[in-house]
């Protein structure tokens, strides 16, 4: 089993929708976690943070489920420009070890 | 926001030659450093975890021979690719990890095209 797990997707969507992407993490002591979007032939951008407690930015929200073990991405009013691989990543360690990747979700969002 | 800086951004060489790439964290420290590897269409493939002032850590499969990684302060990590091959053309990209957040930043990547 991987320690960090997505679903590859694809997802396409219209504009408009709202899509959700789930991931899942086998190290039950890991201490943070990320959202990253990469396009094509680019690096990784660091989308949001995700704790606890939740949070939001603009059309993104970012969920943290200990108990499960899984983090989850929501983008709502889903744009053109959206169209994106969407990483998310888990620290075992914030300071220390490695940060490990999911393999990503892509998101293709069509007129 | 954080920036990294990845030099070269491309780079095209003869078989048999040593290519050097730096990972420059401008305005932040970084203890670990990462490199990682992508084929097109692929995901991002670790290579190694590169920590300041000591030795790098690398995933299976990676040869430390080839790829000598050296993280000689918090800002500056070089990956360089020793008798390089074909088969080591692939887009290379660095990230660096700020100290207390967690988060990380990535180079702009480096691609590398060996002939």
């Known amino acids: 089993r991987k320690e960090v797990e997505q679903d590859p997707g694809p997802f396409n969507v219209p504009e408009g929708a709202t899509v959700a992407f789930n991931c899942t993490y086998s190290?039950?002591?890991?201490?943070?976690f990320f959202w990253y979007r990469q396009d094509c032939r680019k690096e990784p951008k660091l989308l949001m943070s995700v704790y606890s407690s939740g949070n939001e930015d603009g059309r993104f929200t970012a969920q943290l489920n200990r108990a499960s073990q899984y983090i989850s991405l929501l983008i709502r009013d889903s744009k053109l420009s959206d169209s994106a691989t969407y990483l998310c990543v888990v620290n075992g360690n914030t300071n220390a070890g490695k940060s490990t990747f999911g393999d990503g979700t892509t998101l293709t969002v069509k007129p | 926001g954080a920036v990294v800086s990845q030099h070269p951004s491309w780079v095209i060489c003869k078989s048999g030659t040593s290519v050097k790439i730096e990972c420059r964290s401008l305005d932040f420290q970084a203890t670990t450093m990462f490199w990682y590897r992508q084929f097109p269409k692929q995901s991002l493939m670790l290579m190694a975890t590169s920590n300041e002032g000591s030795k790098a850590t690398y995933e299976q499969g990676v040869e430390k021979d080839k790829f000598l990684i050296n993280h000689a302060s918090l800002t500056l990590s070089t990956l360089t690719v020793t008798s390089a091959h074909p088969e080591d053309s692939s887009f290379y990209i660095c990230?660096?990890?700020?100290?207390?957040?967690?988060?990380?930043?990535f180079g702009e990547g480096s691609r590398l095209t060996v002939l």
């Open positions: 190290n039950s002591a890991s201490q943070s």
């Open positions: 990230s660096a990890r700020r100290i207390n957040t967690g988060e990380l930043f």
